[in-house]
């Protein structure tokens, strides 16, 4: 009974051994058959065994090892053509890092580690290449200076490296291998900020297609030089709902004033203004009354541009929804991803209209039965400030007079009723006058009876090169094309940075055209407002005089008061030559068909959603000389793109490694001889245990180094390794080599001015001592 029992407890106990060291088992077969990679990709650890250094070999014929010991340039190399491809074909990401929410700060620790450890990877590689020459010099080739022997391991940035270039050689090897090692160095120490950039997501504005449409006119006629009368008919009360009107914006201005009543406010300022058909942003500086340097300016988007922009944007947005319909893993770039972005941004590069307003500070007297009277407008300049004369006294202003006798009198004697009354006039030109247009304004002063303030306001009219934007999150509500209508809010900002700041004057480059404007013009923005539309239905108020009575209750001539006039004029002006052009386009839709009335496709959504920009070839009207414009598409987020000059060094870098380490595994899979001797310092150290004394095998150059070298030619002797017999160091061809020795100076074997090829290293030989 016990004879069973202990036979069963003796093959279980020989079961569970033989499981328990199943694992071990593995482990060490795995390691023995795949020793040479693991040491060729710095996991030489693992192969580290009990017991005495055995013989081994120096050099192996064999492809299958060399295609091994390669394998510190695949990870590496593969990392780097995966980031390439990436950067170069463009990934967008989306607002937020993929994977768990809320952890974009780790995601980009986690990628700071990443790129790290492909930078050890790239250098490892390098060293695997720097090594692998360092081994053919000493072994086959005419040796190497002492200097060079720790290139694997420092590259250039030693003393040991300079000196060794004092060395003999022929000039295109010597040229070689240094090139070779300069080369290893500058891209080891790029390595690591290379990669970083190319692996790292940056938060950018991916450019992701757009559109192209035509407006309906030539940019002569959508952008003109002069305004007169316009052909429109705006009569009656139909501006008030006619978005092509001059004066279809006063409801929109005079509510914003109106709930701005107050003073004048320094720096920038914003204003939101909406018609029958868009609402854009209109950018302003008011004058400071302190300093002559900073004048009043107002700026906004070009009505016509601005429309088919908005509706541009929506057509993008539904082929964006379509191309998300149809999208599979392989479509490039995804669609779902653009739809995570955190805000889109669609701009227009074309001309914005702007206004330049400036008055007199003080305001005439003028008596009722006045027979000549005369207008000061202030004289402004194409591409500079008010002019100014600098005198001892003070800054002298220059005005241009004119004789408005007839024309104040007509004023007086309009039954308006109006606190103050506005009329446009023409300027007579001058070379020192920008301004083609003005405006008087009179006002009864106070209670007195047939006596007037007279003020005269100076207007420059300007076409600006820039933009246009549109700027929103992806749930907000584009263009209606049933209604024929936008619903975004169109920005704009001017080419020229300085503008709306202290000192700024329209650069005289093109940029900022001069536009005539006539009295017809502004009279016909000047329009009558119907008695229904009236504060008081008795008055017969007209849209610029009621602004100014919304801006400010002050006198004419009262600091803040004009000021504020001057800022409420230039924004009208402004929007009334954005609209100049609105009616050469009576349906806007109609610009972008057949996009808006057929169906999607595949192929006509590609045109409007793709990188970079649109390839849509709108249709260009009846005159193929009409005003082309291009809205280009950006979404702001997470994304891998190569766009700067810089993006493409990080390129040209891992790309350079990358040729070195794929050109290296050709080579050494093609010759098959390899080795993975002397890659460590404890190996170079070992290596150099074996060789006499310097004294004793007469190398010369070396003595007194065993304190240090601090001279540069110890570097500079040239050594090689020999295979000899290990008991003495003055072996013979005919003695069988064990060991491998590192000599110089006289200590090497020599047939001439040539080594001695019988004490080569051989391949598939064990070295050591037997």
Known sequence: MNKPIAKLMLVMKGLLKTVWGFPAAAYRRIVNRCSTLLRAIGLGIATITKGPEKPKRLLTMSRKVALARCGAHILPSCVSLI?????????????????FQNGDSIKLGILQICAKAQELLVVASLSTVIFHVLRSELVFGPGLPLGLLGAGFNFFWSQEFWGSTRYKEALLRKASIFGLFIISGLLAVLAGPTTAVLMIPRETEWKAGGANFYLNGTKEEMWPNFLDVPTVNCSGDTWLNNSRCLANGYQSIHDTFTNRRGSSQEGRIALQISDGDLYK??????????????????????????????????????????LVSIANPIMHPNPKLLRYASSRTASVKTELPAARVFCTDVAETVEQNSTYILASFPMLTEYGLQLRNSTPGGDVVWFQTYDVTNIVIGMMNTPAFTRIVVEPVDLPPDLNQASSVGVLLLSPEGEITGRWKLQGCSIDGRWVKGKTKITEDPLSVKYDFSAD???????????????????????????????????????ALNAEIPANGQNNGTRQQKTIASIFEAVSDGPLGDVDANIMRELALAVTVADGLSRSSSWRTTNYSSTFEPLVSTTWNGASARTLVRIGGPKNKPDSGNSAKNAKLHMQMELHGYAMSAESWFDFFCIAVLLTHTIIALSHSVWVVWYRRTSDAWENITEVFTLGLNPDRPGQTGERGLENTSAGIRTWVPTSQVGWIEAIDGNTSTSTASDR???????FGQGRHMKGDQRDNQFQAKENTDYGTI
């Open 737 to 743: 080599p064990e060991e491998l020795q590192l000599r």
């Open 485 to 523: 209508q936008p619903r975004s809010t169109v920005d704009s900002t001017a080419d020229v940075e300085a503008y709306g700041w202290g000192g700024f004057t329209p650069p005289n480059d093109g940029t900022w055209r001069r536009i005539n404007i006539t009295a017809g013009w502004l009279s």
């Open 281 to 322: 942003t209109v950018h302003a500086r008011a004058r400071e009354s302190t300093t002559y340097i900073v004048e009043t300016w107002a700026c906004t988007a070009h009505v016509p541009t601005a429309i088919l922009h908005a509706a541009s944007v929506s057509l993008w947005v539904a082929a964006l929804n379509y």
């Open 83 to 99: 980031l390439i491809t990436i950067n170069l074909l463009s990934y967008f990401i989306g607002a937020e890092l993929q994977a």
